[in-house]
């Protein structure tokens, strides 16, 4: 069976999905709905040839739907009706809840599993970026040739996401205030073993964090991967010292500002073609390019973990 005979269906419901998701009242459903619905996203993804994105989306969406059903359930169990009201709505039946947006989830999977597409696939553009990336874009690695210029929508788009989950994180919590001066210390840093180990280990993670990000376009690597390392260095800091006299404000700004870089970088390079107006190298780009990520990153993470530790563990 072709792909252009099954993907034309998983569309179909893909929207469906969107509209049932946009109409839907019941958390519950609402979860199972979205789950459904990532099922289905990472179908589509795979059938339009993107494997990474659909991976990613099958991982994003496993833990993402766990993560809501845990806190819908601790959300219900700590608020109780006022003044003693008891709650007449009517529960879903159990057929309702699970047992139909179970079988449509297994009918779907079928029907992938039955129309998997046995024509050749088509290689053309995977030979093209692979003879091309070096010239086109430049550097060694081949995949960051490919998320830094081929793909660069993707990137961007990734990095706005971050963006607007850390805003979310923050708006959405029960606390107004953006900066802690004070709050619970760590108590790791009563363990002198522990305490000398994350000392030692510190610097090795600031050395693998620039190697990570000056050398992602020759070698494994680049700024997602080095900005996780830099945030690990603020959650080591946090636990022999502390993390709030870190003027987080100001990270939150900065990280917009990198945010902005990061587009119009990518806009000069390779959407408006300047370099060959501008002696702007291609190495150049491609490691001002992981650097602007790895900072992005590295604030996101930091914003984050300063949120949950200095207002959530209060």
């Known amino acids: 069976m072709t792909t252009a005979f099954i993907l034309p269906i998983f569309i179909f419901f893909w929207i469906v999905g969107a509209i049932i998701i946009v109409k839907e009242q019941q958390y519950y459903r609402l979860l199972v709905t979205l789950g459904i619905f990532s099922c289905i996203s990472f179908a589509c993804y795979l059938l339009l040839a993107s494997p990474d994105v659909a991976m990613a989306q099958a991982v994003i969406s496993v833990f993402s739907t766990i993560i809501f059903i845990v806190a819908f359930e601790k959300y219900y169990k700590t ?14 039946s159990i057929i309702r809840k699970f047992i139909i947006p179970l079988c449509f989830c ?3 999977g079928a029907m992938f599993i039955y129309f998997i597409p046995d024509d050749a696939f088509v290689t053309e553009l995977r030979d093209q970026y692979v003879a091309l990336f070096s010239y086109d874009i430049g550097g060694e690695n081949a995949v960051t040739a490919i998320y830094l210029g081929y793909r660069l929508y993707d990137t961007v788009f990734e990095a706005l996401i971050l963006l607007v989950s850390i805003m979310a994180v923050i708006h959405l919590s029960h606390y107004v205030d953006l900066a802690a001066s004070r709050g619970r210390p760590s108590e790791i840093q009563n363990s002198d073993i522990a305490a000398v180990t994350i000392r030692l280990v510190c610097p090795i993670m600031l050395l693998l ?3 990570l990000i000056a050398n992602g376009h020759i070698s494994p690597g680049g700024g997602f991967q080095g900005g996780v390392v830099a945030a690990s260095l603020f959650v080591c800091r946090y636990m022999i010292h502390d993390l709030y006299d870190i003027p987080i ?3 939150i700004n900065f990280e917009k500002f990198v945010f902005v870089g990061i587009v119009l970088l990518g806009a000069l390079f390779i959407y408006l073609s300047v370099q060959p107006y501008f002696a702007l190298d291609q190495t150049m780009y491609l490691i001002a390019m992981n650097m602007l990520i790895g900072l992005k990153v590295a604030c996101g993470f930091l914003i984050v973990f300063y949120r949950f530790i200095a207002f959530e563990r209060r």
Do not use: R
């Open 79 to 92: 608020t109780q009706p006022l003044d003693g009201a008891v709650q007449t709505n009517p529960k879903p």
């Open 106 to 108: 297994i009918a779907l």
């Open 209 to 211: 964090c620039i190697f």
């Open 249 to 251: 404000v100001q990270v």
